[in-house]
């Protein structure tokens, strides 16, 4: 479930009616409000649980920590998709996760939660005590516009929260939400996941005296609630935030331990390389490497070898979801499915992995690689009642055959893929002709298959060369463009302005409504989306809802074997790798607790500010 930039519905309703929906729902269910929502049996911390068991209740406070970010920023909005945002503002949901287990959210801004056994609704409680920066509480009301003006801030959000049709104040701290529907588990959690907004700030005027207006960007930094302020702000170089010492939440259970460090810097690069060169300059602190060669031959400089540098693998329980080469069925090339099946054919992972990532990652075979929800085997007889109504929207490899990539492992395998790939776009109608001394492909309409793979890093070129060659083997022209300027990247990509991009489809352990953005048919047509692909097909919008309408956890990952299957069969992209780890790199200023938790990191939220460490590192 995504856990930023959320939206909201519309203002409604007065105090006396409204009370009168909460009596008639008390009567009809006895409302036990609880600390906690899960989607999973249990829920692991109850309602006088002190702290997590993950953080260090007495982390000392202080100190400060870098982020290096490859990009750049040209607004301080996260709520509109307008613009290029910076991290300088954050504002508290109602609910917050739990690192060490999952799909659990607990209360934040709400103090306590309740929906009826249907989930026709959800109701907040809110905290008195909860406030924004200028000291000023958060009501109801600014609950309730927080949810309108995100929706129509942002039409991903819009989409997000469609089945949320109604929310009023049901009392002096109370908020209900009522849904379009029953029986959708996750919708009361993703409503947590809520930013509260300052309805007083945004509908007011800046400095200036000029209306404010959430869905347009700025360089006034908004007013927020977390437990950082923005301190100082260098556009498009650099954002300090500080911390809140009298922060409201910050003795609550769920904060206890956590937000440690007085500053927190992201300094913006232009440039990959550029960025690498100032963590090895130690001009920040923490980084995570996502380039296997960097791993394995870039950390070879002095504060590494002396200790003054930390490279650490941390291993975490998470799904690891489908990374690819995105194809965009909303050209007309790409319709065709044996089009899309013989450029896998022309993928050499094999080489990729023994010469450009020395050896560290798996081929990507499921949209839920490392999980119980990956779809191994043929189906269950739990699966095939889910897949059988569906049969004739589906490929029959679904049913009789486990999915495998070709493998390029010799010689000869390689050749063979090859032929197979060139056999599968002959009988799409792409036949080879010559122009001078080069072939190409050329449909019965004269025009050639070329293709544009459309990168926003270098490091992907390394990558998308050896695959070019591969493809004009069989006469596919091969253009790769790769834009640096990230804002032009952005509106490329949120327009669907392209062939081929690198597609990253994160999973969590309790897929639910984020896969309608994923896959689902309406968002394919809705610019913004994260269905990159443009898969519209009923069978897999089915199959979409019968993850989103799950009774309970065995039921779900039978949903998600089987929607696994509609798309990898499919050839909707073609599978690139994962690694089951994280590879960090950190200068040795900090501490952490003894044991992480499963499923997150948590740097820097339950990291501080080690000073012997500092002055160690400092000394040497």
Not at 438 to 467: M, Q, T, W
Request: hydrophobic content about 35%; some cysteine; overall charge neutral.
């Amino acid at each position: 479930m995504p856990l930023t930039r959320r939206s909201l519905l519309r203002l409604a309703g007065l105090a006396p009616a409204v009370k009168l929906v909460g009596i008639q729902i008390a009567a009809a269910e006895d409302r036990q409000f609880r600390h906690a929502l899960t989607l999973f049996d249990d829920i692991k911390y109850g309602p006088d649980f002190k702290h997590f068991d993950y953080v260090n209740p007495q982390a000392p406070k202080g100190g400060r920590v870098r982020f290096g970010v490859v990009g750049s920023f040209d607004s301080l909005n996260p709520y509109t998709y307008k613009g290029e945002p910076g991290l300088a503002v954050s504002n508290e949901t109602l609910l917050t996760s739990s690192m060490d287990e999952p799909s659990t959210e607990y209360g934040l801004v709400a103090s306590a939660v309740w929906h009826p056994e249907n989930r026709s609704m959800v109701v907040y409680r809110l905290r008195p005590e909860a406030r924004f920066h200028d000291g000023q509480p958060m009501t109801p009301d600014d609950v309730i516009w927080s949810m309108q003006s995100l929706r129509e801030a942002n039409p991903f959000y819009n989409a997000y929260y469609k089945n949320i049709t109604k929310a009023e104040q049901t009392g002096d701290h109370e908020v209900t939400f009522t849904f379009a529907m029953k029986g959708n588990r996750e919708l009361p959690l993703i409503t947590g996941q809520l930013p509260v907004l300052p309805k007083h700030w945004w509908t007011g005027t800046d400095a200036k005296g000029r209306q404010r207006n959430i869905q347009d960007t700025t360089l006034e930094v908004p007013l927020g609630s977390g437990a950082y302020v923005a301190s100082e702000i260098k556009p498009g170089v650099s954002i300090r935030m500080t911390r809140v010492q009298d922060h409201w939440a910050k003795d609550l259970p769920v904060s206890l331990g956590q937000n440690n460090f007085d500053e927190m810097e992201t300094i913006y690069f232009r440039d990959a390389n550029v960025a690498f060169e100032a963590m090895k300059g130690d001009q920040y602190d923490w980084r995570i490497e996502n380039s296997s060669k960097m791993w394995a031959t870039g950390y070879d400089f002095p504060a590494v070898k002396d200790g003054r540098v930390v490279k650490e693998e941390i291993h975490l329980k998470q799904v690891e979801g489908m990374q690819c080469w995105a194809m965009n069925l909303r050209r007309a090339k790409f319709q065709d499915v044996r089009v899309r099946q013989a450029l896998n054919f022309a993928f050499d992972f094999e080489w990729s992995n023994a010469n450009l990532f020395f050896g560290q990652y798996t081929r990507s075979r499921s949209f839920f690689n490392n999980s119980e929800m990956e779809a191994k085997g043929l189906p269950s007889p739990e699966e095939l009642a889910i897949l059988e109504p569906l049969k004739d929207q589906l490929p029959p490899e679904v049913f009789t055959t486990e999915f495998t990539n070709p493998l390029n492992d010799t010689p000869q395998n390689r050749r063979k893929n090859l032929r197979q790939a060139s056999k599968l776009l002959s009988d799409a109608g792409w036949n080879v002709t010559q122009d001078g001394n080069k072939s190409v492909l050329e449909n019965a309409k004269g025009e050639r298959l070329s293709i544009e793979f459309l990168l926003d890093s270098p490091l992907f070129e390394r990558i998308a060369l050896p695959y070019q060659q591969q493809l004009e083997l069989l006469g596919v022209e091969v253009k790769i463009t790769t834009l640096l300027d990230s804002a032009q990247y952005q509106r490329r990509t949120q327009t669907f302005d392209y062939d081929i991009v690198v597609g990253n489809f994160g999973q969590s352990l309790s897929p639910g409504n984020e896969q309608r953005d994923f896959w689902g048919s309406e968002a394919a047509r809705r610019d913004g989306s994260r269905n990159v692909v443009g898969i519209q097909n009923p069978a897999v919008d089915k199959l979409i809802e019968t993850i989103v309408f799950s009774s309970d956890r065995k039921s779900l990952i039978t949903a998600c074997r089987a929607l696994d299957r509609a798309l990898i069969w499919n050839h909707y992209v073609v599978p690139m790798w994962f690694i089951a780890y994280e590879r960090t790199a950190r200068w040795d200023r900090f501490s952490r607790p003894e044991k992480l938790p499963d499923y997150q990191n948590g740097f820097p939220a339950i990291w501080w500010w080690d000073e012997f460490k500092a002055k160690k590192v400092s000394a040497t």
